[in-house]
């Protein structure tokens, strides 16, 4: 299977900062990446499909680059409502796998 | 609008089985996949396995091959997940998630998830 690694883990911020999460796939995945956000006791949601394409009605704050085996998320400026737990998970094959998860929490 | 909603929640004893249903309205039940998505508590996120509502094709993640069965009934719009030979390591909230035709198509809506505990 293809591992998928998040950094960080969790990751402290306040209300207006840039924040990038990355995630590395174990093998070249070409662009077959997506990202999700994930609040409590919620069902994830879906932000970034194909690396950098986003979701109808995510905010333009978000954004997503990356190809082959290295890939960022970035929130331009944090917003209160988007403390919340990032997955990314590739797609580039049939036995899907989701990296472990990077918590973002108020600073 | 799309929506997935998903049977509630269920105790089990270890080595009983369980299915979850999940409920799709919105759109063209036969037109997209289901995939099925576990989350232990405070855990990550572990896919399961996909099927596809219109052929009863299926494709399951080598870890649950042999304990995991995904079905659907076209007529009620419903996929089922079962899971057999439970143990407490099954804990977990089970989420159905939809996918395009494209096996690459990203996991766009997700239904609400149902707890499944396993215990003695």
């Known amino acids: 299977d293809i591992q998928m690694t998040q950094s960080p883990s969790s990751l402290s911020a306040s209300v207006g900062d840039r924040v990038t999460i990355t995630c590395r796939a174990s093998q070249r995945i070409a662009s077959y990446l997506n990202w999700y956000q994930q609040k409590p006791g919620k069902a994830p949601e879906l932000l970034v499909y194909?690396?950098?394409s986003l979701q109808s009605g995510v905010p333009s704050r978000f954004s997503g680059s990356g190809s082959g085996t290295d890939f960022t998320l970035t929130i331009s400026s944090l917003q209160p409502e988007d403390f919340a737990t990032y997955y990314c998970q590739q797609s580039y094959n049939t036995q899907y796998t989701f990296g472990q998860g990077t918590r973002l929490e108020i600073k | 609008q799309v929506q997935l909603v998903q049977s509630g929640a269920e105790v089990k004893k270890p080595g009983a089985s369980v299915k979850v249903s999940c409920q799709a309205s919105?759109?063209?039940?036969?037109?997209?996949?289901i995939n099925w998505v576990r989350q232990a508590t405070g855990q990550g996120l572990e896919w399961m396995g996909w099927m596809n509502p219109n052929s009863g094709n299926t494709g399951y993640a080598q870890k649950f091959q042999g304990r995991v069965t995904m079905t659907r009934n076209t007529s009620i719009s419903t996929a089922y997940m079962e899971l057999s030979s439970l143990r407490s390591e099954d804990t977990a909230v089970y989420y159905c998630?939809?996918?395009?035709?494209?096996?690459?198509?990203?996991?766009?809506?997700w239904g609400q998830g149902t707890l499944v505990t396993v215990s003695s």
């Open positions: 998630a939809r996918r395009g035709l494209r096996y690459f198509d990203p996991f766009d809506y």
């Open positions: 194909a690396a950098s």
């Open positions: 919105g759109y063209t039940f036969t037109s997209y996949d």
